[in-house]
């Protein structure tokens, strides 16, 4: 912006000091710098406007470029001085925790979308809104079967966990013969189960498929331990305070807990 009001006149022009006439600028005056010293030894009574003036500019000038240094050096991230967010331990941390969350979320989806029937090629029964029956003042409810498609939501990742509306994932679940999608919470019953997988916000009371033929599909091991962009982009987008308050306490107060317990119940099972 600056330079558009420069021109070839003004840019080398003789500069000329604010404080003593000179031909030099204000900020490498030694008149002032002199001028400042004296006033310092001597007891505010006794100093001069100038001196004053001189002390004061000084001061001020001081304090800038303190504020700028601290400024530049602080980190995006967690907000501590001596290194950027490039260099951040603290956010190198939060990433592995977040990598590992992401594995364990899409190993829990895995699991429970065969045993609650959100698998692809899961065969269901699902309670539909009819049409509207005025004798009796209410919808007909229609029972219909759904085979679940078979492509993955393209979303599946930890961040369905999120306690930010604009970051949350919400996932639908294609139903071949049905435009719109199901909503994955409605297939889970178990609140524990549906806090791991969908995190903690108020559910509308979503009638729950009734599973007819359970899926074998298998997920691949890449999928479940795949990369994930989103914990890049929010890494590179918020700060600690942000990625705690939004996913990470979810992970550590429900997600890893949980995998913990179900982890000790399947070790059971196979002992
Ligand atoms: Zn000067
Ligand atoms: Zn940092």
Partial sequence: MAINIRTDKNYRSESSCTFCNGSHTITGCEVLKTEAE???KLPFSKRTYRQHYAMQYVEAKANRSKKKASKTRKCGYCGTTGHTRRQCTVMEGDRELLIKANK???????????????????????????????????????EVMYLIGSELPSNLSVFALSSDYSSRQDVGIPAVGRERKLQLQGFLK????????????????????LIITKSTYRYSEEWINGECEDIDFVLKKWNKERVEKDILGVVREKLIPFDIRFEKKRSLRGA
């Fill in 38 to 40: 004296t006033g310092e």
């Fill in 104 to 142: 364990i979320w899409r190993k829990l989806y895995a699991h429970y979308s065969i045993e609650c029937g959100f698998a692809p090629a899961s065969l269901i029964r699902h309670n539909e809104k009819g049409a509207y029956n005025y004798s009796q003042s209410r919808y007909e409810m229609l």
């Fill in 190 to 209: 178990d609140a524990d189960v549906k806090t791991a997988l969908c995190g903690e916000r108020y559910w509308y009371n979503t009638p729950s498929p």
